[in-house]
DNA sequence: ATAAATCCTACCAAATTAATAGAATTTAAT
DNA sequence: ATTAAATTCTATTAATTTGGTAGGATTTAT
């Protein structure tokens, strides 16, 4: 499961996406249009701007931007900053990498090879959902909800 | 990420079938081996013994046995029973389904198909990882160290 | 000036996690 | 019969995480 953290970054970030290198949207649009409590994702807005995936303008008429190209982000960057490894355990992760205190070794670890597997495998389809492909639902919905 | 308790349940489970069909294996062996804290272990036996995937002997020389053959309980099982949904939303869960509060229509929701994708892909490779390809492992593992 | 927006920090309640504690119960062996 | 070994059951707890809320400081456009 994600966090709703993570689920409303996903929104606000599409939103932004929708949006993307046509001006400003305020926290307080995406917040309503996406039923997101206003003051959490003023946070959640924040630290996307840390890891520069939006920018912002202050002052009236401001707001948040996408900085990057939709296809650039996907589901899986998202999940890593917000809900941390998407790996089972620490020992299996490649960008949160830790030893686990309860295996003396690694080397003879005999749940590696599956979580691996496991890993990969759900690593590989969080990599596949970008901005994009969200995108590309939200329309494809709206077109088939007017016929 | 699991929670310890579904990393203790299957490092457990792994060592039960690894005595599949040849008596029984106390908490006290079983956490010394597999360094689990004994008393937390007892809980997470006593919920696999709750769900028919073990049973138990008591008094002295007793102990736990796994009752389905290692083939037949997977990571998946295991998961769900410790860590809950699969699914990276209650909306997308198969076993654990649940409306989404901040979703008005979910038959309009745009992430759903991504999330749906991912969930059958992370399933899939979980129901892949069975009791007995841990065993494979294991003794793979301890066939190379003779060399 | 003022209104609108982000920025920043602190706080908080509830839930979850990872145990620990202790006693009751059952069973096998002596 | 006694005792030791084991599960069973229930409660407690400390630390962390989650999902927010609060309030003011700062910046900017009008």
Same mark, same amino acid.
């Given at each position: 499961m994600m966090s709703k953290k993570c689920k409303y970054a996903l929104k606000a970030l599409v939103r932004l996406a929708a949006d993307y290198q046509k001006g400003y949207l305020s926290t307080g649009l995406i917040a309503q249009e996406e039923a997101i409590p206003k003051k959490f994702l003023e946070q959640i807005l924040l630290e996307l701007k840390q890891v520069k995936f939006v920018n912002s303008q202050k002052g009236a008429g401001g707001g948040y931007y996408l900085l990057?190209? $939709?296809?650039?982000?996907t589901f899986a960057d998202i999940y890593r900053i917000f &809900?941390? $490894?998407?790996?089972?355990t620490p020992c299996t992760s490649l960008n949160f990498y830790e030893p686990c205190n &309860?295996? $003396?070794?690694e080397a003879v670890c005999y749940l590696r090879k599956q979580l691996i597997d496991i890993r990969d495998k759900t690593r590989k389809s969080m990599m596949g959902a970008s901005l994009q492909s969200f995108l590309d639902n939200k329309s494809a919905i709206s077109k088939n909800l007017k016929k």
């Open positions: 990057k190209h $939709p296809k650039e982000i &809900d941390g $490894p998407i790996a089972l &309860d295996c $003396p070794n």
